[in-house]
T-cell receptor
Framework: NAGVTQTPKFRVLKTGQSMTLLCAQDMNHEYMYWYRQDPGMGLRLIHYSVGEGTTAKGEVPDGYNVSRLKKQNFLLGLESAAPSQTSVYFC?????????????FGSGTRLTVV | KNQVEQSPQSLIILEGKNCTLQCNYTVSPFSNLRWYKQDTGRGPVSLTIMTFSENTKSNGRYTATLDADTKQSSLHITASQLSDSASYICVVSGLSGGSYIPTFGRGTSLIVHP
């Protein structure tokens, strides 16, 4: 049981380049999330999904897009990377939205935009 | 606005000593509170979950307490080990617009020295 797998683990982009971060979970969880973690800021929600084919904006959605075409995958896209998007990105999943079930986090993607 | 404040921001202790981390929140209505442990370069992992009716819960050397009246929680670590060096994140879930929305604290960074 792999849990939540994020790829890639590290990436360096030039300003203006695009990329997609992939998150895959094998626990049949309905809810999936993308967070970014910056020093001193804690985890901030970018986008989330409450089921296959659905997405919603979180606290800091600007500059990012997401898609959930399959239940097990949640993609995070950066269309035109900016240095302000240098961060560690975490994907998480949760069984449902009742609040009782905790998050299962991936191990993170460290992105540097130069 | 829902908020979760953690203290101290960072803490250094000697191996074998005990320590207590604090979490104050203003999330309402309250659903549950979780403590997560985040090792360097890894995603957070849940340590404990506490609901409104629970005031103490243990997980090995970790003991969490909850005072729902004062909206405070603490995480006590007994006989610390080098492997306890990590960031500890308090997450409080509340009900908003029919959904359970988690609010993350910024974490307490704990360093255990030999």
């Amino acid at each position: 049981n792999a849990g939540v797998t994020q790829t890639p683990k590290f990436r360096v982009l030039k300003t203006g380049q695009s990329m997609t971060l992939l998150c895959a979970q094998d626990m049949n969880h309905e809810y999936m999330y993308w967070y970014r973690q910056d020093p001193g800021m804690g985890l901030r929600l970018i986008h989330y999904s409450v089921g296959e084919g659905t997405t919603a904006k979180g606290e800091v959605p600007d500059g990012y897009n997401v898609s959930r075409l399959k239940k097990q995958n949640f993609l995070l896209g950066l269309e035109s990377a900016a240095p302000s998007q240098t961060s560690v990105y975490f994907c998480a999943s949760r069984k449902d939205g009742t609040g009782y079930y905790g998050y299962t986090f991936g191990s993170g993607t460290r992105l540097t935009v130069v | 606005k829902n908020q979760v404040e953690q203290s101290p921001q960072s803490l250094i202790i000697l191996e074998g000593k005990n320590c207590t981390l604090q979490c104050n929140y203003t999330v309402s209505p309250f659903s549950n509170l979780r403590w997560y442990k985040q090792d360097t370069g890894r995603g957070p992992v849940s340590l404990t979950i506490m609901t409104f009716s629970e005031n103490t819960k243990s997980n090995g050397r970790y003991t969490a307490t909850l005072d729902a009246d004062t909206k405070q929680s603490s995480l006590h670590i007994t006989a610390s080990q080098l492997s306890d060096s990590a960031s500890y994140i308090c997450v409080v879930s509340g009900l908003s617009g029919g959904s359970y929305i988690p609010t993350f604290g910024r974490g307490t960074s704990l360093i255990v020295h030999p």
